[in-house]
């Protein structure tokens, strides 16, 4: 097993796994919420929390975004193959697209739909988007489409990640869990 030089930093771990917390409960309250049949209160309830928790994750996803850009991550371990490297690189690429481009649609579909975002209305934070039952439409569309995306691409995420914590052992799982990095000494 080869050792890696270091992990991420406190910084890094608690905006990844924040951000795969926020998510992990999104991805069931979008599929549930809009399921025919559903008591009225509940449906209400998941649609409430989609989007204000949709809302909190627009602003920690560009924290975290500005994170990344001004801190570089640990290397890959040199025995990893270049293919895995090029996927690793693509797949991070597209998590962090789709983690932007997912609450933006939500956003638009919702603004655009005419509804309320509770917590930004209370805090008196402006639509920004004109209502358009076309644009609402379209963002509700690309939204639903992109979902599906992001659960593969998360789905891969997952299993590379165990893939390198349970078979390879190369410490690259390590490197980001646990969530609070430890002080070497």
Not at 104 to 126: K, Q, T, W
Request: proline letters at 8%; aromatic letters at 8%; hydrophobic letters at 55%.
């Amino acid at each position: 097993m080869e050792r890696l030089p270091q992990g991420h930093g406190t910084t890094t771990r608690v905006l990844h796994w924040l951000v795969a917390v926020l998510i992990l409960l999104m991805i069931p309250a979008g599929l549930i919420m809009v399921r025919e049949g559903l008591p009225r209160n509940l449906q209400d309830t998941l649609f409430v929390f989609h989007k204000n928790v949709g809302s909190l994750l627009i602003v920690i996803v560009a924290l975290r975004l500005a994170w990344r850009m001004t801190h570089r991550p640990p290397g890959l371990p040199a025995t990893m193959p270049a293919w895995q490297r090029r996927a690793a690189a693509a797949s991070h690429v597209a998590l962090y697209v789709l983690m932007v481009a997912m609450p933006l649609s939500g956003y638009v579909r919702v603004r655009a739909g005419g509804f309320p975002i509770e917590a930004l209305d209370a805090i008196g934070f402006p639509a920004l988007i004109p209502e358009s039952k076309a644009l609402a439409e379209a963002a509700s569309s690309f939204h639903a489409i992109a979902a599906f995306i992001l659960i593969g691409i998360i789905a891969i995420h997952v299993a590379a990640a165990l893939q390198h914590a349970l078979i390879r052992r190369d410490g690259v799982f390590q490197r980001m869990w646990p969530p609070v990095a430890r002080e070497r000494p």
